[in-house]
């Protein structure tokens, strides 16, 4: 506890710029949250290269990292979520959560922002409830389409609240809510003419589909699952696959298989180029992240959802139903994956009328710009 006392006690704040906004941007632990914030920094900066902006997360988590290698200062607050099944973690909770809010509040006294900008994740509820204390005007960034219980509790007192999704009105004041869509990695979608290098980099032929299997950096136990047991149907329809396995579940997959174990399946631990990936692609087998069906919908190809069900409120089932309303997606329940999800990406790849409909549809629902459309609502809510 000292040395981390001794770290913060070191890291000094940004100096008072000359003239230019003062934000704080709270939140973090999965790049769902993370890329987003980044997002909308660099856009507050290319709106005002004069702001200033200091990032405030959970210590331990990713954003630790992350944050300071996008160019930003982070301070880390000692908070942790509820622990399921784990009383004696829990019980750390409270003391925890006092003691980011004392910090929270210390943290804007010396920094003294023009506004906050909460995100979601740990971090986001002391520093977000510090400024509702100090009367700092703040706005919320809900990624999913169903609100997690802080920033409900949060959200009253918010000046805005930027969403992703219709129908939000029951869980935040109509006033407050605005349509902005999530913020999303520009370098990962810009896809356009990339098909035939992405095959020639990633060795695949251009005459035949392919798949690409994505559970994020850390993988998805389901769907490496599904895929080895449909690896004989996909070897036998002669389809190409291109599996982010994970960090996770690399090492165990390459040991089962093999290195060079089929030359149309390209295992990979992580994908660094997603623009690729996405290019070389017929159909998108992924979880339901908010921030992956932002990224999703602006690549604009067709989609099987397999949202995870080890998350916050299931709100990835939800996010996934969401675009099934619009028939923008398909969706394979996480307990249905092993027996269904391979015929069901086969079928796919042989329906070129359900390929269109699926891809016009998704679409139909991008919202590229929404960083640069919040960081203007954060200006906006301070009068610059």
């Known amino acids: ?45 290319k709106l005002d290269p004069a702001t200033e902006i200091l990032f405030v997360g959970a210590t331990g988590r990713m954003e630790m990292e992350k944050v300071p290698a996008a160019g ?41 922002p023009d506004a906050v900008v909460g995100v979601g994740g740990y971090a986001s509820g002391p ?35 930027c969403v992703a999704y219709d129908g939000m009105d029951k869980f935040f004041p109509a006033d407050k809510i605005i349509k902005t869509g999530n913020p999303i990695r520009k370098d990962s979608v810009e896809i356009a003419g990339k098909h035939m290098q992405a095959l020639e980099l990633l060795k695949l032929s251009p005459h035949k589909k392919t798949i690409l299997v994505t559970g994020g950096s850390l993988g998805a136990r389901t769907l490496n699952n599904s895929i080895l047991a449909g690896l004989d149907k996909i070897i036998a329809a002669d389809v190409q696959v291109i599996w982010q396995t994970g960090k996770f579940y690399y090492k165990s997959i390459i040991e089962k298989l093999g290195e060079d174990f089929n030359p149309n399946i390209r295992i990979m631990e992580f994908v660094n180029r997603m623009d690729l990936a996405y290019a070389a692609a017929d159909v998108i087998i992924s979880r339901a992240g908010a921030g992956t069906i932002a990224e999703l919908c602006v690549v604009k190809k067709a989609v099987i959802l397999v949202p995870s069900p080890n998350v916050a409120e299931d709100h990835q089932t939800k996010n996934a139903l969401a675009l099934l309303h619009d028939n923008a997606a398909v969706f394979i329940p996480d307990r249905d994956a092993e027996v269904k999800l391979v015929d069901k990406a086969l079928d796919m790849l042989n329906d070129k009328s359900k390929l269109k409909i699926l891809s016009d549809n ?7 710009d929404a960083d640069e459309v919040i960081a203007k609502e954060v200006m906006k809510m301070v009068g610059s």
């Open 362 to 368: 998704i679409g139909k629902l991008a919202m590229p």
């Open 1 to 45: 506890m000292s040395s981390s006392k001794s770290k913060d006690a070191n890291q000094k704040l940004p100096l008072q710029g000359a003239g230019g906004l003062r934000v704080i941007i709270s939140g973090g632990g999965t790049g769902g949250h993370i890329f987003p914030a980044i997002a909308i920094a660099n856009a507050l900066k």
């Open 72 to 112: 930003y200062k982070i301070i880390g607050l000692d908070i942790q979520g509820i622990q399921r099944g784990s009383i004696v973690k829990n019980l750390q909770f409270p003391v925890k959560l006092v003691k980011s809010v004392r910090k929270a509040l210390q943290i804007i006294k010396e920094f003294k």
């Open 127 to 161: 520093l977000l409830y510090a400024a509702s204390v100090k009367g700092i005007p703040y706005l919320i960034q809900e990624q999913n389409s169903y609100a997690g219980i802080t920033n409900k509790w949060l959200g009253k007192k918010a000046q805005k609240i």
